[in-house]
C-alpha cells in the first residue's frame, strides 16, 4: 500500500510540475535520433539523491518563508522563497544554497532483520529537496529563487552552502561478470533506498552500510550478491527453497545458505560517503534488487 500510495502521490506532483528539471532541453528529442550512453551519473542523481551521516548538519539557516505564502503550503521550481540570512552573515547575490530535510521513515516496519540497527549506526538521514539561488540580499533575509526542485520544498527546511558532488565515471557496462570471485574487500548491505523503497534496479539510488571508515571513496563500485537461502534478509522467496521445493523435487541432503554459490546480481557507483555510509547510484541489475542483499567493494 505504501508503494501504491507513494506512486499516486509522485504522479500529482508530477502533474503539477514540482519536479521541474535546472535546464529542462529547449527542443523536444526526437524519437529516431540516437542518444548518447551516460558516462556518468546525471544532475540530478547527483544533487537529488540524499545522504547519511553521523556528522552535525547545521541547522542555523533555513527556508523561512516566499512570495505568495499567504496561499502556499510548498514550493519548487521558480518560485521566490526568502532566506534567514542577509548581507550582516555575509550572503550576496549568485550565492546557492542546497536545501535539506531531515527524515525518518513513516513505516516502522522492518524489510529485513538489522535494517533499523544498521540506519541508526549509518547516522541521520537527510533529503536533498533542491536548490535556491540569491537575487536579492538585506541585511538579515535573503531573497532566492528555486532552481532545482527534487521535491516540495517547505517552511523550516534546512539551508546549507553548495557544495559540489564530483560525477564519477562509469566503467563499460560489458565489465559485468555475474561469476566475479569474492573481492576480499569490506562486505556490506543495501540498507535502504531513495524515498524509503526497499525494491530497486537500474537508475536506483540506495543507501549502503559502507563509508570512508571502511575505506570507501567517491568513484568506488560496489558488487551487490545474495545467497540462495538466506535467513537474515527477506528477498521473498520460501524456506529452504535452495534444495527443497514442495512438490516439485528436493535434494538428498539438505544445502545451507552457505554451500552454494553466492549470486551476483547488479553493481553501483559510489556518489557520496560519510564515516559509515556512502550513497550508491545502481548502474547495472539483472535481477530486482532489495534492502538487505549484500554488497561488497570491488
Not at 14 to 24: H, K, M, R, Y
Not at 73 to 82: E, I, Y
Not at 162 to 176: D, G, I, L, S, V
Not at 188 to 202: H, T
Request: glycine residues 8%; charged residues 20%.
Amino acid at each position: 500500500m505504501r508503494v501504491i500510495a507513494t506512486a499516486i502521490f509522485v504522479a500529482s506532483l508530477l502533474a503539477s510540475g514540482v519536479f521541474a528539471q535546472d535546464n529542462p532541453p529547449a527542443n523536444p528529442v526526437d524519437s529516431t535520433q540516437a542518444v548518447a550512453a551516460a558516462t556518468s551519473p546525471g544532475y540530478s542523481s547527483l544533487y537529488c539523491s540524499g545522504f547519511i551521516t553521523d556528522e552535525r548538519v547545521s541547522s542555523e539557516i533555513r527556508l523561512i518563508s516566499g512570495e505568495e505564502s499567504d496561499n502556499k503550503v510548498v514550493f519548487a521550481s521558480g518560485d521566490t522563497v526568502f532566506i534567514s540570512r542577509g548581507s550582516a552573515q555575509g550572503v550576496r547575490v549568485g550565492d546557492r544554497f542546497s536545501i535539506v530535510r531531515e527524515e525518518k521513515d513513516p513505516n516502522e516496519v522492518q524489510w529485513f532483520k538489522w535494517q533499523d540497527k544498521l540506519l541508526k549506526a549509518m547516522g541521520t538521514r537527510y533529503k536533498d529537496l533542491g536548490q535556491v539561488e540569491i537575487i536579492n540580499v538585506q541585511p538579515n533575509v535573503s531573497t532566492g529563487v528555486i532552481k532545482l526542485s527534487c521535491d516540495y520544498l517547505q517552511r523550516g527546511d534546512i539551508a546549507l552552502a553548495m557544495t559540489n558532488r564530483p560525477a564519477p565515471p562509469f566503467k563499460a557496462a560489458e565489465q559485468f561478470n555475474r561469476f566475479a570471485p569474492v573481492s576480499g574487500k569490506s562486505v556490506g548491505m543495501l540498507v535502504a533506498g531513495l524515498d524509503f523503497a526497499d525494491a530497486y534496479g537500474k537508475n536506483s539510488t540506495v543507501y549502503v552500510n559502507l563509508g570512508a571508515n571502511q575505506g570507501v571513496k567517491v568513484g568506488d563500485y560496489f558488487r551487490i550478491f545474495r545467497y540462495q537461502g538466506s535467513s537474515g534478509e527477506l528477498v521473498p522467496s520460501f524456506s529452504d527453497h535452495q534444495y527443497s521445493m514442495y512438490g516439485f523435487g528436493s535434494t538428498p541432503v539438505k544445502y545451507q545458505w552457505n554451500d552454494l554459490p553466492r549470486e551476483v546480481v547488479g553493481e553501483g557507483i559510489v556518489m557520496n560517503v560519510s564515516h559509515n555510509a556512502a550513497t550508491m547510484f545502481v548502474t547495472y541489475s539483472r535481477l530486482a534488487l532489495y534492502a538487505g542483499d549484500y554488497v561488497e567493494v570491488e
